[in-house]
């Protein structure tokens, strides 16, 4: 069984395949809701291809009221279960939905497993989007970055927001050349200016960036060429704006120096041509008249053609609260015959006789139907046991369970609810309760 993050009660395991060209301390992106539904994926920015022809959707978790209202206990680790990884919280709405952007250390060229972690109520956010991406600032101090940022005119920087006057800039010191995304939070509070990516201040050199004019337009330029189309309405709101630097066509993944669009998540243009060919920083500029404003700036690389991990199967929701050895509680269950089963193997119901204690009394009645992976059984229980049992089943816990040479652990959920029966004919009253329920286990390892 995995480690567990200490003081965390509540967590689900969560598989990502194989991504093209993936790497390590890739940027993935979760989006978790407080209420309950059923997990999966679902679209969110700009992670879908911007014809939609390679579906790159975020992950989606469900943590069924047990996590806090403002998100301030969520967690992820690497697939050893406590070692925790960065992540960013990008946006939220309290007992609603939180959309986080998590570093994962591990290959994601390869399958992936990562675990996210929720349910302890002291718990407050340590999100940190320094530790996710290449290049991100959240403005939330007063004072510009000097080690991210070189900056010009009139600008200002308070209350989470940055400010750009005028002819006010900022250029990033760092500098990219494809598989790249800028993506940032903005609005022009009048129709001038531009954000992207930009070789020179000026923005006559290589370039790809939104321009805020009578319209808002995408433009690629290389020395004095360009290519530029409309993309949206000025309305002077704040946007989620993106930029995706591509070197591969995502379907065919040959050779295709290009850029996407986004704005609000929706693929706005692909632009091939006067396509950047050297490497540029993130560029803020504020031309003519007016202002243009920053929540947020952010920078991450992703896959040469594009392509997000696969969000795949989530695990169940395991609990920290009792791990339960069932030979232990049960005593005595004889499980023979389960030994003698492989694990992919399905037999009709198998019958075996009724073990009995030293004293007489009857441990465990009823028969076993083995599917692969499933136990059903029915099992004679204290006060005190059902009331652990009980507990547990209530909770999903995770148990671990050892008959004979084999474990089964690491997750398991009850397909059918449990049945107490009060047994009143025990002369001793020592065992009076009949439990009947099954358990689906979703690993089984051999212990020599």
């Known amino acids: ?10 967590r689900k395991s969560h598989l990502m395949l194989a991504t093209y060209e993936g790497s390590t301390n890739f940027p993935v992106c979760i989006k978790v809701y407080y209420g309950a539904g059923t ?3 679902e ?3 700009h992670l879908t291809d911007y014809n939609g022809t390679v579906d790159t959707w975020a992950g989606k978790i469900y943590c069924s009221s047990h996590c806090k209202t403002d998100f301030g206990d969520i967690r992820f680790t690497d697939n050893d279960g406590d070692t925790e990884l960065n992540y960013w919280m990008q946006e939220k709405v309290d007992s609603n939905y939180a959309i986080f952007w998590v570093k994962v250390t591990d290959d994601v060229s390869a399958n992936t497993t990562i675990y996210i972690y929720y349910g302890k109520a002291s718990a407050v956010t340590t999100s940190d989007g320094n530790g996710v991406f290449t290049l991100f600032d959240d403005f939330e101090d007063d004072v510009l970055d000097s080690d991210k940022w070189v900056s010009g005119g009139s600008i200002s920087e308070a209350g989470g927001l940055l400010t750009l006057e005028s002819g006010g800039y900022i250029q990033s010191k760092l500098s990219w050349y494809q598989n790249i995304i800028i993506f940032m939070k903005a609005k022009f509070s009048i129709p001038s200016g531009f954000i992207g990516l930009c070789k020179t201040t000026g923005g006559t050199d290589d370039a790809a960036k939104f321009i805020g004019d009578t319209t808002i337009w995408a433009r690629n330029q290389q020395s004095t060429y360009y290519e530029k189309t409309s993309v949206g309405a000025f309305s002077g709101d704040f946007y989620k704006f993106a930029i995706k630097w591509l070197s591969k ?4 993944h040959s050779a295709f120096n290009s850029l996407q669009y986004f704005i609000d998540g929706t693929g706005k243009a692909w632009l091939a041509n006067s396509v950047p060919n050297e490497a540029i920083p993130a560029t803020e ?4 008249v007016g202002q243009i404003i920053f929540e947020w700036i952010a920078v991450r690389k992703v896959a040469s053609a594009g392509e997000e991990p696969e969000h795949s199967t989530w695990g169940i929701a395991e ?3 009792v791990t339960c050895n069932i030979a232990n509680v049960t005593r005595n269950l004889n499980f023979e015959r389960v030994l003698n089963l492989k694990i992919s193997q399905t037999v009709d119901v198998a019958t075996r006789p009724v073990p009995t204690r030293e004293d007489g009394e009857v441990v465990d009645t009823g028969t076993y139907l083995i599917h692969p992976l499933q136990v059903t059984f029915d099992s004679r229980l204290t006060d005190a046991e059902k009331t652990v049992i009980q507990a547990m089943l209530d909770d999903h816990l995770t148990i671990t369970l050892y008959l004979g ?5 690491d997750g398991w959920f009850v397909s059918k609810g449990v049945v107490w029966e009060y047994v009143s004919d025990d002369e001793l009253n020592i065992r009076p309760w009949k439990c009947s329920f099954n358990l689906i286990f979703e690993s089984v390892a051999y212990v020599p």
């Open 1 to 10: 069984m995995t480690n567990w993050l200490s003081d965390w009660d509540y």
């Open 39 to 41: 997990d999966g994926t």
């Open 43 to 45: 679209k969110v920015d």
């Open 249 to 252: 066509y995502p379907v065919t």
């Open 285 to 288: 500029n504020s031309t003519g």
């Open 319 to 321: 609990h920290s609260g």
């Open 405 to 409: 040479n084999w474990t089964f652990s």
